[in-house]
């Protein structure tokens, strides 16, 4: 069924901020670092961070993460305060999950090409269009598009919370068409709608990088995140034998950090934002990752600076919260997905 979408191009419904360049020496660094650790103890606060952050950020986290993991930390936590050092959606999650707490994200330009992608207009238009539909969303979407949905899920259980689906209910997955194909892929269902959205960072991981990387370490590992712009492609080369099935991966970051602590081979190229290079390399000194693409840099995780972060504890802001009646709705499918997994 063809149905009309707002017309403003995905690319038009964000700003990118510019990427800060930090000029701290490393020891300027480990002050800031020490007084984080010290003032997050007088605010009772933990520091929960994504894979993405910054190097010197991770440092003084509680926790590094993916989406999932950081959810699952935020439900859990007995901290009063939350510093979320990642994006907006990541942390409304956490206000959703812990009410009585204080969400603060450093940076409120901490957005998402790929959550701004989808508007609650186009999605009740989508909706109205598929009335029977289950709507899963991406938790890369903001609370109110949450708040319209039935389920909740992240690249490590898209999987899944599909397969919790009756098979003969049509799927509207939101808003990324590449986690969608890949999804309906791994679970052979023929009725996943996808949303025609991406994230503008992993769109740019193109199969040509891929097959440079492979011509230059043709014994390589390949793990692919994916929202990657090359799933597509990729999938179809290892249906067709032109990649190794055994050497080939499509797995969420956390998924990628697992599979290297598991995995026995050397060398691995990594499709998704650099950010996760720092934990690999610290976590795995005797193993070599090669960025599928280096430029792979997501300006709005990056604009949290360990600065923003002493800024946000000492004076308790910016906060993020979800007007109760959306978070109410979107704790629903939130929930829905967090008992599955
Ligand atoms: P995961 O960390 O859940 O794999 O998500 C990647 C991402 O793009 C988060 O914005
Ligand atoms: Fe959003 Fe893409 Fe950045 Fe993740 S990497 S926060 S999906 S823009």
Redesign the pocket.
């Known amino acids: 069924m063809a149905i009309t979408l707002a017309t403003i191009p995905f690319e038009e419904r964000y700003t990118l901020p510019p990427i800060e360049a930090v000029p701290d020496t490393p020891e300027e660094m480990r002050e800031k670092q020490d007084r984080i650790r010290w003032l997050k103890v007088e605010r009772k606060a933990v520091i929960l961070a994504?894979?993405y952050q910054r190097d010197e950020v991770q440092e003084v986290a509680d926790f590094v993460g993916?989406?999932?993991g950081l959810s699952q930390e935020a439900a859990k936590t007995d901290a009063e305060v939350i510093v979320f050092c990642g994006?907006h959606f990541m942390a409304e999650t956490a206000s959703i999950l812990c009410p009585d707490k204080k969400v603060l994200l450093p940076d409120l330009r901490a957005g998402?090409s790929l959550a701004a992608s989808i508007t609650l207009d186009e999605l009740r238009t989508w909706k109205a269009a598929y009335p029977e539909a289950v709507v899963v969303a991406y938790i890369?979407t903001t609370a109110e598009i949450k708040a319209e949905s039935d389920y909740c899920c992240?690249?490590?259980n898209a999987k899944k919370v599909i397969a919790a689906i009756p098979e003969e209910k049509d799927i509207l997955f939101i808003p990324d068409k590449f986690l969608a194909y890949v999804v309906a892929q791994q679970t052979k269902r023929k009725n996943i709608i996808a949303y025609p959205g991406s994230?503008h960072v992993h769109k740019s991981i193109k199969p040509e990088d891929v097959a440079t990387i492979l011509e230059e370490h043709p014994d390589i590992e390949l793990l692919l995140?994916p929202?990657c712009g090359c799933v597509s492609s990729c999938m179809a080369k290892v249906f067709d034998g032109t990649l190794p099935q055994e050497r080939t991966y499509f797995l969420?970051?956390?998924g990628m950090v697992r599979h290297i602590r598991e995995s026995s081979a050397k060398e691995f190229a990594v499709g998704t934002?650099v950010g996760i290079l720092h934990r690999l390399k610290k976590g795995h000194p005797d193993k070599v990752f090669y960025p599928v693409n280096p430029q792979a840099v997501c300006a709005f995780m990056k604009t949290i600076t360990l600065d923003k972060v002493l800024r946000s504890l000492e004076f308790l802001k910016p906060e993020v919260r979800v007007p109760e009646e959306i978070a109410r709705k979107a704790r629903r499918a939130i929930d829905r997905m967090l008992e599955l997994v």
């Open positions: 994504h894979n993916d989406s999932l994006v998402c890369n992240t690249s490590a994230c995140h929202e969420s970051t956390e934002e």
